[in-house]
């Protein structure tokens, strides 16, 4: 029970930890139609600026939270062009935890299913919006979010467009506990024990 009591205080840690203001990077311009990375040997045709990954997405669902991405590191033909995509499929009850992007905006388009969705500015104030097939809803750059789909049986997918090319994505709680900060100092933080500190981290490696 105390375990428990100290989670949302744990949690309003690592949200304000995570939405505290840095420096965030983008994606820099470019000045010519597109760039073919220095390793890419294929011929340019339309083939360089077609990518194939997300064929067979949907002819099995996960078990778990499952994102596919389309970033630079997939798609090579989206060096440069401030542009990458993902599709999110959630299972019942399942969620991509609290996370932030600091590389990119990202717009969230809800094609089945229903999710909640939250936000916290680095005022700490929390938007959420419970979204129905066909919303949108959009996460600024650097801001902690999450998406949960809380139906027990009814699974949810969404499409994620980022406004760069490698969106990447830091999820607040193995950045606070799986990352080696000392017991003691997380613990003195969090107005907590250290046995409570042990009992989040094991939960988390499990």
Do not use: C, W
């Not at 339309?46 to 630079?72: C, H, M, N, V, Y």
């Amino acid at each position: 029970m105390a375990a428990m009591r100290f989670i949302p205080l744990v949690m309003i840690f690592t949200f304000a930890l995570a939405t505290s203001k840095t420096a965030v990077a983008s994606d820099p311009d470019i000045i010519s139609d597109f760039i073919v990375p220095p390793n890419f040997n294929g011929t340019i045709d339309g083939s360089f600026f077609t990518f194939t990954g997300f064929r067979g997405i949907f002819d099995q669902a996960p078990e778990t939270f499952k994102g596919s991405k389309a970033s630079l590191v997939e798609f090579p033909a989206l060096t440069g062009q401030s542009v990458s995509y993902a599709v999110l499929q959630f299972p019942p009850n399942t969620l991509f935890p609290p996370h932030t992007r600091p590389d990119a905006t990202g717009l969230l388009f809800l094609v089945d299913g229903t999710l909640e969705v939250g936000l916290i500015d680095t005022k700490n104030n929390l938007y959420t919006q419970k979204l129905q097939t066909g919303d949108l809803f959009i996460f600024p750059k650097g801001l902690v979010h999450y998406q949960y789909n809380s139906d027990p049986q009814r699974p949810a997918t969404a499409i994620a467009a980022f406004g760069s090319a490698s969106a990447r994505a830091v999820t607040v709680p193995p950045a606070i506990f799986t990352t080696g900060i000392d017991d003691a100092i997380l613990a003195k933080s969090l107005k907590t024990d250290v046995g409570t500190i042990e009992k989040i981290k094991a939960g988390l490696t499990n």
